[in-house]
């Protein structure tokens, strides 16, 4: 607000820190739209590059995809995990504190897997309408 910022480092380039001083700038009518931004040659040229070698990291993706549909179904088919039957109940002791502990932390790991494996599928689908 003060027009006042810290010094951009000298690691970027004097290209990118032009770029940032500019959407830095008070008034907006200065500023540069996204559009201005994206014209850009230097910005075309990390966009293309980015987008070029994310190829190599969607094949990961896409490994790490079918390693977590492999482990779901795993892990569904894992007697431990699956839903006991009204019968096996009755032999079924109640779980200890500890137990329950680590039932709970599985139970945890679980959804920040899945939360993980969504996000994943979430940035694959993105870098595919990018390199479209």
């Not at 027009?3 to 009518?29: C, F, G, V, W």
């Not at 096996?88 to 779980?95: A, D, H, I, N, S």
Request: no cysteine; proline share 5%.
């Amino acid at each position: 607000m003060k027009e006042e910022y810290d010094a951009i480092p000298h690691i970027y380039s004097q290209e990118l820190r032009n770029l940032i001083i500019t959407m830095l700038l008070k008034d907006d009518k200065e500023r540069p739209t996204t559009s201005n931004i994206l014209d850009m040659p230097f910005v075309e040229k990390y966009m293309t590059d980015f987008i070029t070698t994310r190829g190599v990291a969607l094949k990961s993706l896409r490994a790490f995809e079918r390693q977590a549909t492999a482990t779901a179904k795993l892990h569904a088919a894992d007697p431990a995990h699956r839903i006991s039957l009204p019968e096996e109940r009755k032999t079924v002791k109640p779980l200890t504190a500890k137990e329950r502990l680590q039932q709970r932390k599985e139970e945890e790991s679980r959804k920040k897997f899945e939360a993980m494996t969504l996000a994943a599928k979430g940035a694959y689908q993105q870098m595919a309408e990018y390199s479209r």
